[in-house]
């Protein structure tokens, strides 16, 4: 009953609060009082319901209103928020290296060993590819289109950051690319020249004999396992960063900044539309996919990456629903697994999307070439990030370091990165169960119709042993 009361009064409060904003602003007749105690209110009714809830997702996004109502009414306390989100996104940037590395490695040298898995693992790798740098295009078409960034003014004091790139030749960047010292590039937040180390030594290592790869194979799994936990015990903060970054930006900026973050959401969300109508579908209907039966079977997955905003969450499901539809054990075993290390569809255009907004938010024009430069950067270093929540976020500033761009813009995307965190994340999953059905009609082993025979002969079996043990 309480549970009820609660969910009650936080309805009717928001309820409250919108339709005495909708008659403001109409009119401009209602007064700043009631409106200032009216929308507490409403915060009030949030944080019963975050009580009731006890998830984090819930947590994030009433911090998100939280932080927006305390910048705007407070301004002074907002802009002294910034330290916690700052804490926030140091412990973020934490993780960069080592995860990159142990998912890289473990990545090559424990799954995707060309020699063991032959032609699978090519035309795996092929396909990634192709789709992935599909995704960033398009991704990269679209905030060129909406231009979700521009008009945004930027905090007085993060001028210094503005200061234009020096220009670099062709060579400069090729050089840039390769680590000279991997704990220099380390220390720098260097992402891409960790990418070619961690890619190299992965090479490597399918190289030694087995008894001595395998305590390195062993020890980078461990490696981003622990750092998987890191990454959520960092999360537990994201309450305090996501409000804490919400205050501050619109306790300097104004709540006109709202209006560029929902502008990137529309065109994120249209984007991944986009991606999911043009690209993923004509490969579903080519390889011959029953599409009715794939997304029911995938809808299960989707919704637990959808509101954990881990792609890792749904693996086990995603794996078993592919299964269901007609993939072979040993080809969903091999393809989701090194897909969700090198196939994040959501993640990668999200990343060419966020980039250009950056870019745009902090008045710095990209030239086509610059920008085609950044995606392909992207290309590598989307990889190997795993189905972590936010992860994107590490390697967006990342990006910006090695671009030099200013990360205050990124600031602003925290507040709603839990809201762009659900629509990629779904789409990660639905790339990588597609995935698993394209190599396994390209192998010549999918096979639908056997995949009912043998559910129904397994059902059968079931029903038998069951009623021998009545």
């Known amino acids: 009953m309480k549970s009820k009361i609660t969910s009650l009064f936080t309805l009717v409060t928001i309820t409250f609060v919108a339709i005495l904003y909708a008659i ?49 009414d407070w301004p002074e306390v907002g802009i002294e928020l910034q330290v916690a989100s700052k804490v926030f996104l140091k412990l973020i940037k934490t993780i960069v290296s080592p995860l ?59 001028h210094e950051e503005l200061q234009a790139a020096k220009p670099q030749t062709w060579q400069d960047i090729i050089l840039h690319i390769f680590p000279e010292n991997i704990a220099k590039s380390v220390a720098d937040g260097e992402v891409l020249q960790v990418v070619i180390f961690s890619v190299i030594f992965g090479l490597g290592l399918i190289m030694v004999p087995e008894t001595k790869r395998k305590p390195m194979v062993d020890f980078t799994e461990s490696l981003s396992e622990t750092m998987f936990k890191f990454t ?73 990456a959808f509101a954990t905003t881990s792609s890792e969450a749904a693996l086990p499901r995603a794996m078993e629903a592919m299964e269901r539809v007609g993939v072979p054990r040993k080809i969903v075993a091999f393809v989701m697994p090194t897909g969700y290390s090198f196939n994040l569809d959501g993640t990668t255009l999200y990343l060419s999307l966020a980039s250009i907004f950056v870019a745009q938010a902090a008045g710095i024009h990209l030239s086509f070439g610059q920008q085609l430069i950044m995606v392909f950067t992207l290309m590598i270093t989307s990889k190997g990030v795993a189905g972590i929540p936010r992860a994107s976020l590490v390697i967006l500033m990342g990006t910006a370091a090695s671009f030099n761009l200013p990360v205050w813009p990124i600031f602003i995307i925290l507040g709603i990165d839990e809201l762009m965190d659900m629509a990629r994340t779904s789409v990660n999953v639905i790339g990588n169960c597609l995935a698993a059905a394209v190599i396994a009609k390209w192998e010549n082993e999918f096979d639908p119709e056997g995949a009912e025979a043998r559910l129904a002969a397994e059902k059968i079996a079931e029903d038998y042993d069951k009623s021998l043990n009545r």
């Open 100 to 158: 990159i590395f142990a998912t890289l490695v473990y990545g090559i040298a424990g799954h995707s060993d060309i020699k063991q898995v032959g032609r699978m693992g090519w035309k795996s790798l092929l396909y990634f590819e192709v789709v992935t740098t599909i995704a960033l295009f398009i991704g990269l078409a679209a905030i060129n289109i909406s231009k979700a960034g521009e008009g945004i003014i930027p905090p007085a004091n993060q």
């Open 24 to 72: 403001d602003f109409y009119t401009e007749n209602v007064s700043v009082q009631l409106l200032f105690v009216s929308r507490w209110l409403a915060v009030l009714g949030l944080i019963f319901y975050g009580f009731k809830k006890k998830t984090l997702t819930s947590w994030i996004l009433i911090a998100l209103v939280i932080g927006a109502c305390v910048g705007h």
């Open 232 to 304: 959520n015990i960092v999360m537990y903060m994201a309450p305090l960063g996501v409000g804490a970054a919400m205050a501050y930006t619109v306790g300097h900026m104004g709540l006109g900044v709202l209006v560029n973050l929902f502008q990137l959401l529309a065109t994120l969300y249209v984007a991944l539309f986009g991606f999911l109508l043009l690209v993923l579908l004509p490969i579903a209907l080519f390889i011959g996919l029953p599409i009715k039966k794939f997304i029911i079977a995938v809808s299960e997955p989707v919704s637990i």
